[in-house]
């Protein structure tokens, strides 16, 4: 039996108008490169030269009529609807909504950013792959930290806000980062929250604007609540979304 391909070849158009069918399409171009090209070439002007005699042949005035208004090749066009439900369309339009949805995510996120959103979100991605193993050993109030983080590692202002200063910690570390610079972190048993301690981002006329309320910063699962005084960030994160950490800083205010 023939493959399709010869089949198609067998009744190939002796035009090559725009609307001929792709396979037809494929069939001919492969053939015009294969052993068969010489035949099928000989094929080609004989129906040709057959069709240029069959428009010779005179036709009686009265069979004319009766194909004057008739559309003996109707041409097929496909309609919005047809072209719409295409899967490789259909496909084309979720990408694109996708890539729209995440721009203007990404531009709403940059708009309503504060100075050091970026420098709390580099140390959110920190908070996701730390171990508390990894933190020196330490238990004790939150707040009681100040003073060692001062005496030992001269950070000034690097003071836990005192709606976390009770909260029992697991242990801290201090370390630099090429980015955020002095970081202090410290884990607690809480929630198993972490918090972080960084230097402040001037804006961009060069000023440290300190601000008492809550930022929200997330990535990839996590949340981190920022509050920024005497220059220093203070950031509790959380593994959640920002509705998690805000009913609980809600909480603990009230």
Known sequence: MPDKSELLLGCAPITERPGMDRAMRVAINQVRHSKKAATFGHQQAFDKALAKLVRNI???EQLAEWFVKENLVPVVRRGWKKIVRNPVMIAIGIAL??????????????LHDFPGA????????VA???RSVLLDPLQTDAGALSDLFF??????????PTEFAQFKTLGSRVFDDDEVRRVAQIWVKEK??????FPAEPDKEGKINDFSDWRFVELEGWTGAVTQRNGVCFMAVIRGG???LRAYLEKKNA
Do not use: C
């Open 151 to 160: 005496m030992k590692h001269h950070l000034e202002h690097y003071d836990v």
């Open 58 to 60: 005179p036709v009686d």
């Open 118 to 125: 970026d420098k709390a979100r580099r140390l959110l991605s």
């Open 192 to 197: 198993r929250m972490q918090f972080f301690l």
């Open 242 to 244: 920002e509705k998690d």
């Open 128 to 130: 996701a792959s730390n």
């Open 97 to 110: 909504l996708v890539i729209g949805g995440v721009t203007a995510y990404r531009v709403y996120e940059k």
